[in-house]
Structures are given as structure tokens and as C-alpha cells.
Nanobody
Framework: VQLQASGGGLVQAGGSLRLSCLSS????????VAWYRQAPGKERELVAT???????NYLDSVKGRASISRDNAKNTVNLQMNSLKPEDTAIYYC???????????WGQGTLVTVSS
């Protein structure tokens, strides 16, 4: 599975961004798709996940501000981020777990920078 992340950019605090992850395979064939992020000097963290059944989970710090969704027709998983904060600044990666729970396939990352 090949993944291509896009949608990052520079935004002011309080703004919004929509990140997209284009999959080379049918989204429904993947057990789960996730968005991770890694800020400078920090460990990678799991931001949001969506399973083939549609279940979602979010990092506590983005709950209420983030929404992960699938666009089946476009084989895309989107991450809508609202009320962005400077601490959301990071490289965001999408990842796919084709089987089980192990994220085996990764996109190249897209940089989100939130200015205060």
C-alpha cells in the first residue's frame, strides 16, 4: 500500500487545516488508517485512527478539535483539524494497517505549522 499525505501548511492559531491521505488501495481493504505526528525534539504520537468498520479514536489533546473521516470514492482518509494551537505544529504522517493492528505502510508526511 502506498500512501500520500497532503494538506499541511502554515496557519495562525485558531485556524483550520484539512489533511488528506491518498491510498493506492481501496480504503475498505485496510483494517485501519491512522494519522500520527512528530514535533521537533519529541516522540511520534498517534493523533487519530479510523477502522474499516468506521470506529474512530483520538489523542486526548485533539479531541473535540479533530475529525478523521473516509472518502471511499477517492480512497482518501481525511483529518480535519480545527482551533489549531501552536503545540499542534508537527509533521503529520498517515499510516495504514492492512491487517491486524500493526501500521506497516507510511506516507511521506506533511508539515503543519501553527503560528501564535
Amino acid at each position: 500500500v502506498q500512501l500520500q499525505a497532503s494538506g499541511g501548511g502554515l496557519v495562525q492559531a485558531g485556524g483550520s487545516l484539512r489533511l488528506s491521505c491518498l491510498s493506492s488501495r481501496d480504503i475498505f481493504s485496510l483494517n485501519a488508517v491512522a494519522w500520527y505526528r512528530q514535533a521537533p525534539g519529541k516522540e511520534r504520537e498517534l493523533v487519530a485512527t479510523i477502522t474499516t468498520g468506521g470506529s474512530t479514536n483520538y489523542l486526548d489533546s485533539v479531541k473535540g478539535r479533530a475529525s478523521i473521516s473516509r472518502d471511499n470514492a477517492k480512497n482518501t482518509v481525511n483529518l480535519q483539524m480545527n482551533s489549531l494551537k501552536p503545540e499542534d505544529t508537527a509533521i503529520y504522517y498517515c499510516a495504514a494497517a492492512p491487517r491486524g493492528e500493526r501500521y506497516e505502510n507510511w506516507g511521506q508526511g506533511t508539515l503543519v505549522t501553527v503560528s501564535s
